[in-house]
């Protein structure tokens, strides 16, 4: 098979990208818009890209009738957002906050969670997560027009909260204890359970 990308077959193009770049770590994303509504949505555009300052990136593309999402509209309007971390206990619950809500209704009493104040900036976080970065806003690049069109969200983490559990004898992140989901192609998640190690060259 053979794709050379147009803007008539975004729709196909999207369904190779997501098939072949995977597995995508899932940015569960907690906003608050202008009027104060808590908005929660999952975003697998989603990576970090270096540590002095720490940077990660997400992408709220435009939704297929060209608009935008309430999470880019929140960032675009606030600066702010915090990046939770997307684990295997609460896969369910991260997978039901996709759903389109009215941007004045909140994800997360959609999804019976619940949220503890951040220290740097103001969208919480999810209470039930075991790990969040709170950011701030350094760029928002859009990339095309119209459907499925990037906007590539760029946000220095400001703070870093891990619970103690997910920690390992240094203090570092455990991924046997943190478990996060990822996400494949299609409807597909991965588990990080199937590990092995590799020591560095
Ligand atoms: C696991 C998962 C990953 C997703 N990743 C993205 C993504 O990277 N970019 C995107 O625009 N939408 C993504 N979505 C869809 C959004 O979560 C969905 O459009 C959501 O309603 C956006 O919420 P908002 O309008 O409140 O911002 C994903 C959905 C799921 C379930």
């Not at 619940?114 to 976080?125: C, E, F, G, L």
């Not at 997560?129 to 990037?150: F, M, N």
């Amino acid at each position: 098979m053979h794709l050379e990308p147009t803007p008539q077959n975004a729709l196909d193009v999207y369904h190779q990208l997501v098939g072949l770049v995977t597995p995508r770590p899932i940015a569960w994303v907690t906003t608050v818009s202008p009027a104060g509504v808590v908005n929660l949505a999952p975003f697998s555009f989603f990576n970090t890209f270096g540590a002095n300052p720490p940077v990660v990136v997400f992408s709220p593309t435009n939704k297929r009738d060209g608009s935008q999402k309430d999470t880019l509209r929140n960032v675009a309007d606030t600066g702010e957002f915090v990046v939770n971390t997307s684990v295997a206990a609460l896969a369910e619950k991260v997978n039901l906050t996709s759903r389109e809500l009215p941007p004045d209704q909140s994800e997360i009493e959609l999804a019976g969670l619940h949220t503890t104040p951040s220290t740097k900036v103001k969208p919480p976080r999810v209470t039930e997560s075991p790990a969040a970065l709170e950011c701030k806003v350094l760029q928002i690049i859009p990339v095309g027009t119209g459907a499925i069109a990037a906007n590539l969200v760029i946000g220095e983490v400001v703070m870093i909260h891990v619970a103690d559990e997910v920690l390992d004898e240094a203090g570092r992140p455990d991924p046997r204890k943190l478990q996060t989901v990822a996400r494949l192609g299609g409807d597909f998640w991965c588990h990080t359970s199937d590990l092995f190690e590799l020591k560095r060259p």
